[in-house]
């Protein structure tokens, strides 16, 4: 959607020269600007009160360096990042992502996208994102523990349970989240809720796991409902077979869909019979090994080179779970020519600008990413509650509140649309109701 206010014309100008070669963090600004113009013509207190300029800025940006020895003695440094981006509305929160693609630009889209996320779960948390350009394929235990320790020896002095919550990513899942908590137990000598994603034994919340996957589902059911359909034998399509791809998976399927294809960062494997989750499950959660291995259980399932053959799989439903801008203008063209009715995004900013563009023409249910992946973070916010009130709840409590959360969240994406004259479409919807909470809460706390 293009901008034609001449203010947010303006500060986008602003952002992109003082932000050079980010284009990530330009393209999550963009989104959100493309979508907050009648609200920001209807709220010019807003404008008055500098909230536009502030929300751009990070609060704090941390780069630092991270040293570490592999097994074989030899010396590696990598590059840290915490960018604390938003505190009105809570601490900072959103994970660490390691990957080697890591870098400023990356960690601040992410960050920016969190704000509105959070804003979004209904809970009192901040924005923030972290993470470093380590890629943990192919180290060993002793070697991602080194990397880990070395990490919190720093992240350590800006983190706190009521200060910035960091929690899991793509390549950060429990045992990395492990290996960090125990690090700063040990620096800090306290015991308190300061990452989320713990294991169970301590501190973690039951239904973390599951909780951005079932979220996906639960929100993408509710604008299906709204739109009078439903998951039930539908085909789908979801990539990535990590955290968010597995449990979007599973409860998709619980919902009497059809899973035909997953994928990693080499390819993907498309089985028409449905996908045998069991089997992705084992090969990804407890052996570690790539999507590839699938067809050799399943010999009648196939397996292709590349990610983007993903997509020109017929299916009515699309859940991109891996990563950003996996589908650009291309394969939003080739969902639509083969059927596709409904793109969710279980990923951050999985859709490139040109393929939302191809969404929104084609009248395709859309749903975004910070609405439709916030279950996770929610669920982070429900296990800091847990954290600070010494208690835990079962897997039921706890995956009936996501399910309330989604469901909120679902409602004010749709009511906000149709309020500011943009019905149906659920990316604008997601956008103001999250920016409204968190800009009403900077103009009342004053120019800081
Ligand atoms: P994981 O590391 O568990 O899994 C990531 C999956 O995506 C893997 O299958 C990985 O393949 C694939 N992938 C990663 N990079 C690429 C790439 N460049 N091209 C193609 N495939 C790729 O991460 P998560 O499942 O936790 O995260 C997936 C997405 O969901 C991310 O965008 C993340 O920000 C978002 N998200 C995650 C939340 C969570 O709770 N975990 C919450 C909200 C959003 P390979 O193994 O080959 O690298």
Avoid at 55 to 63: A, F, L, S, W
Avoid at 79 to 101: D, E, M, T, W
Avoid at 382 to 405: A, C, P, Y
Avoid at 414 to 434: F, L, R, S, T, V
Wanted: proline share 4%; glycine share 12%.
């Amino acid at each position: 959607m293009a901008i034609k206010n001449a203010y947010l014309l303006d500060l986008l100008e602003r952002t992109k020269k003082r932000n050079p070669a980010e284009p990530e963090f330009i393209q999550a600004v963009t989104e959100v600007f493309s979508t907050l113009e009648p609200v920001i013509e209807q709220r010019p207190d807003l404008v008055e009160a500098g909230v536009l300029e502030r929300i751009v800025e990070p609060e704090r940006q941390i780069i630092f360096r991270i040293p570490w020895v592999d097994d074989k003695g030899v010396h590696h440094v990598n590059r840290g990042f915490r960018v604390q981006f938003n505190s009105a509305i809570g601490p900072y929160k959103g994970g660490i992502r390691l990957h080697p693609s890591v870098n400023l630009g990356i960690i601040k889209f992410l960050g920016f996208e969190q704000v509105f996320k959070n804003s979004l779960t209904t809970l009192p948390m901040g924005g923030g994102k972290g993470g470093s350009d380590f890629d943990p394929k192919g180290k060993t235990d002793g070697e991602i523990m080194r990397f880990c320790q070395s990490f919190m020896a720093e992240l350590y002095r800006h983190i706190g349970a009521d200060c910035d919550v960091p929690a899991g990513d793509i390549g950060t899942g429990a045992r990395e989240i492990g290996y960090m908590f125990g690090m700063y137990k040990k620096l800090r000598n306290e015991w308190v809720g300061v990452l989320t994603g713990k294991g169970l034994t301590y501190g973690g919340s039951l239904a973390r796991k599951e909780a951005t996957g079932y979220g996906l589902c639960y929100f993408t059911n509710e604008m299906l409902k709204a739109n009078g359909t439903s998951f039930e034998g539908k085909t789908v399509l979801v990539s990535g077979s990590g955290n968010v791809a597995i449990y979007a998976c599973e409860k998709a399927t619980e919902y009497g869909a059809k899973v035909v294809a997953m994928s990693d960062s080499n390819g993907y494997i498309y089985d028409k019979n449905c996908i045998n989750l069991d089997i992705v499950k084992r090969l990804k959660e407890v052996e570690r090994k790539r999507i590839k291995e699938y067809v050799n259980e399943v010999p009648t399932a196939e397996y292709h080179d590349g990610c983007k053959g993903i997509w020109t799989i017929p299916c009515d439903i699309a859940l991109p779970c891996a990563t950003q801008n996996e589908i650009d203008g291309e394969s939003a063209e080739a969902l639509v020519k083969n059927g596709c009715k409904v793109v969710s995004e279980g990923a951050n900013m999985p859709s490139t600008p040109e393929a939302i563009d191809v969404y929104l023409s084609n009248g395709l249910l859309y749903g975004p990413a910070k609405a439709a992946n916030a279950g996770g973070v929610a669920t982070s916010g429900l296990e800091m509650s847990q954290n600070s009130g010494r208690i835990s709840w079962t897997f039921e409590e706890v995956d009936e509140k996501l399910h309330n959360i989604m469901k909120s969240i679902f409602k004010a994406c749709d009511e906000n649309a149709e309020k500011y004259g943009m019905k149906g479409n659920y990316m604008a919807g997601a956008n103001i109701a999250g920016f409204i909470k968190v800009a009403e809460a900077m103009k009342a706390q004053g120019d800081v």
